[in-house]
């Protein structure tokens, strides 16, 4: 089986695109429409690779689920690469990925699909 990615993503369109991109690639994405159930996913799961996040959602935003992790020792023991993938291209939004240990930090409009299997690559393999 592939590396196994979490995607927690609000638009079901964008969610959709990402996954079957990927699983022609031979990932296995799970898909959490919001940062809740993304969080869920992960207390039950564990075995993720990765984690693509993007930040507006509702429930639990991406910071959200990015401080949930880390507040979280069992998560954060995971030492899970985290990307946010997201609309937000503010500096100051950047700023408080990277100061909340993302490893990354992609604008959606900026990215094409094989960006985006370039950065899972990078951080899976």
């Given at each position: 089986?592939?590396?196994?990615?979490?995607?927690?993503?609000?638009?079901?369109?964008?969610?959709?695109?990402?996954?079957?991109?990927?699983?022609?690639?031979?990932?296995?994405?799970?898909?959490?429409?919001?940062?809740q159930?993304?969080?869920?996913?992960?207390?039950?799961?564990?075995?993720?690779?990765?984690?693509?996040?993007?930040?507006?959602?509702?429930?639990?935003?991406?910071?959200?689920?990015?401080?949930e992790?880390?507040?979280?020792?069992?998560?954060?023991?995971?030492?899970?690469?985290?990307?946010?993938?997201?609309?937000?291209?503010?500096?100051?939004?950047?700023?408080?990925?990277?100061?909340?240990?993302?490893?990354?930090?992609?604008?959606?409009?900026n990215?094409?699909?094989?960006?985006?299997?370039?950065?899972?690559?990078?951080?899976?393999?």
């Amino acid at each position: 089986m592939g590396k196994k990615i979490l995607l927690c993503e609000d638009s079901a369109f964008f969610a959709q695109a990402i996954a079957t991109v990927l699983k022609t690639q031979g990932y296995l994405v799970v898909h959490a429409a919001d940062g809740q159930i993304g969080i869920n996913l992960l207390k039950e799961q564990k075995d993720f690779d990765l984690i693509l996040c993007d930040i507006m959602m509702p429930n639990l935003d991406g910071f959200g689920v990015l401080k949930e992790i880390n507040r979280d020792p069992e998560l954060s023991g995971l030492e899970i690469p985290f990307i946010f993938l997201t609309g937000v291209s503010d500096v100051d939004s950047m700023d408080k990925g990277n100061q909340l240990g993302a490893k990354d930090y992609f604008i959606k409009s900026n990215v094409g699909m094989d960006k985006i299997i370039d950065l899972v690559k990078k951080y899976t393999e």
